[in-house]
């Protein structure tokens, strides 16, 4: 049964940082792409970032470039975004989602998702 359970979302103020983790159980983490999503209240979700199955690739959203990294520890079956030099509008709900093989960039097509870990950038 595949399960994603995100965590380490909190409030932050404008310029810090914050890694959240997407642990992964179910399927063999190294086969499948993991991508991270973020939903602001009152707008349509939204792709952050994306690493491919065997990390060969990393996508990332315009607005998070330079800032956001994501990596994947397949020892501990974790999928990490770390995001640096927050801004009021990465306030958002934020989930992890899979899905076999490649990611499509920063696009949709996910098989499955985790149920979000809030993150609101405040001063």
């Known amino acids: 049964q595949v399960q994603l359970v995100e965590s380490g979302g909190g409030l932050v103020q404008p310029g810090g940082s914050l890694r959240l983790s997407c642990a992964a159980s179910?399927?063999?983490?190294?086969?499948?792409?993991i991508g991270w999503f973020r939903q602001a209240p009152g707008k349509e979700r939204e792709g952050v970032s994306c690493i491919s199955s065997k990390s060969t690739s990393t996508y990332y959203a315009d607005s998070v470039k330079g800032r956001f990294t994501i990596r994947r520890d397949n020892a501990k079956n974790v999928v990490y975004l770390q995001m640096n030099s927050l801004k009021p509008e990465d306030t958002a709900v934020y989930y992890c989602a899979t899905r076999y093989g490649k990611c499509l960039g920063v696009a949709d097509g996910m098989d499955y998702w985790g149920k979000g870990t809030l993150v609101t950038v405040s001063s």
């Open positions: 179910g399927f063999t983490l190294d086969d499948y792409a």
